[in-house]
């Protein structure tokens, strides 16, 4: 599976950003996608979660500001973090990843983790 991220930028604080994740290659084996962020210095920290069923979770730095949605398609999966209300505190390269597990020939299961390059938003106060 390939992550490929976008969407980051410069915000006021206040403002609003979209950042999209498209993931390619073995699609169908990937259950959950997450948005992380990581702040230098810091561990990356979960910022969103969503469940191949679309169930969602959210950090509580996240909960009632971001929402994370999913969009799969026939070749593709694009995942999408809508921020509002940013705060110059969600300045941070933000991180889509997937969780995939894939049957393979020999009938063993393997799971795996996958990463996009990071999206650098900065939000100014």
């Known amino acids: 599976v390939q992550l490929q991220a976008s969407g980051g930028g410069l915000v006021q604080a206040g403002g609003s950003l979209r950042l999209s994740c498209l993931a390619s290659?073995?699609?169908?084996?990937?259950?959950?996608m997450n948005w992380y962020r990581q702040v230098p210095g810091n561990e990356r920290e979960l910022v969103a979660q969503?469940?191949?069923?679309?169930?969602?979770?959210?950090g509580d730095s996240a909960e009632g500001r971001f929402t994370i949605s999913r969009d799969n398609a026939e070749r593709t999966v694009t995942l999408t973090l809508q921020m509002n209300s940013l705060k110059p505190e969600d300045t941070a390269v933000y991180y889509c990843?997937?969780?995939?597990?894939?049957?393979?020939?020999?009938?063993?299961?393997?799971?795996?983790?996958?990463w996009g390059q990071g999206t650098l938003v900065t939000v100014s106060s």
């Open positions: 969503i469940t191949r069923a679309g169930i969602t979770r959210y």
């Open positions: 290659g073995s699609i169908t084996s990937i259950n959950n």
């Open positions: 990843n997937a969780d995939t597990l894939a049957l393979l020939f020999d009938g063993n299961w393997q799971a795996a983790n996958h």
